[in-house]
């Protein structure tokens, strides 16, 4: 049974901390809030529908974000060899990141150099060279022109300009490769910080990936991306989770360049509840899973938390993961961050889900949602959080990659929890796209969501001064 009304009397979402007064040096320091960073923040308390519909604004956000700023084009496992190649689209632009027989990564735009055709047509692979089907010119891995087709055909000044392939830049952060269209973007990790940091204790580039999913979602990028941006949706959208996850008593941080993050507490039950002290299947379940007989055990629900801990602290621990790194709260709860403009993580020290949210060539009503599911070598048995939708017989020791699925709304393949939030999304464009929807409202809970937009528009409009 959900309570009416679970909010204490004085609590601030947007000023709550999982853990008061942690030093500078910690994790877990909580931020400024937003209006620290962004004085005018009370103008996106309401948001016209029109950013989510508008072709314009789609241009507007093409010019000022996707075409300037650092975005993730793939994983760095797929590029271990020397000419092995991801294909990334993002919007209209087309890119390929290639590993070179100099064992540097570097990006093209897929393009041939001769009438524009697109080069490589396969999101991934590996190759000595780049053949252009149309009239087979050649290009190396490292983008060099290895062939004109009947040079000596071109009168020389056609080829003037060089006809290498176009590069772009490219750096790396963990398992991530990022590309930027902009030559004048700051280093990535500039870009990125104070991200980077933060995460260190994932130690993201020791995972392995399990599950790969691309879902062509109906709604803007934005929409697909919000849905990770607030808990506020948990109670109503994921009922079945509220009696392992704090909900309410989120942390919510802020930082520069459009990044934030969430800690959200788990195996606790919600203040939703009406009772949180008796334990739940799920309960009994993250019990077991550490290693506690759940009939035996002594505490209430609100203790499972701190059992979870203690197991996780012990050497001899039943995930076989060495936590030594991880701070007492990582331990426990979901690290949620949000890296400008449109990469997104579930972050659990066994686990880690990461979103890339990829607006459409030209429809600003459609995305791309795109799931990696990567985790920790830990002993057999131990399966990632049922949340995070890794089917049973799953192969979780990474030895054989797995094949990316392009799935639908209708069929998402992301298990129950995500699905809940996909099942949302359309629904969400097509209300935006109604004359009865005349503005967005946010609560406190949706603070990341107005930094996104502010972010957004700080940027359109540094772009429209230049
Ligand atoms: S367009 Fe590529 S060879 Fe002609
Ligand atoms: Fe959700």
Redesign the pocket.
Known sequence: MIRPSPIAPGFRPGHHAVRPGAPASSPERKSPPLEALYPEKDAYLRLPPERYTSRTFMQQEWDAIWSRTWTCAGLVSDLVRPGDFVRYDLGHESIVVVRGRDGALRAFYNV??????Q?VAKACGSGSSFV??????IYDVDGRNRRV?DRELFDPRTLEGGVDLRPVRCETWGPFVFVALDPDAPPLLEHLAPMPELFEAYALDELKLVKDVAVAVDCNWKVASEAFLEPYHTHATHPQIVDSIDELHNQYDYYPRGHSRVISPLSIPSPRLADRTTLTPAMKQILAVAGVDPERFQGTALDVRDALRAAKRRADNPFGVDYRCFSDDQLVDNWNPSIFPNLAMNALPEAVQVMRFLPDAVDPGRSTFHVWTLVRATRPGIRPTPFFGVEPDADLTGATRPPRRRTTEAAPELGEVLEQDVANMSLVQRGLASAGCDVIRLSEQEGRIQQLHAEIDRRIAARQAA
């Not at 041939?112 to 055709?117: A, F, L």
């Not at 252009?132 to 010119?137: K, P, R, T, V």
């Open positions: 041939c150099r001769h009438r524009g055709r080069l252009c089907s149309f009239h087979g010119w087709t």
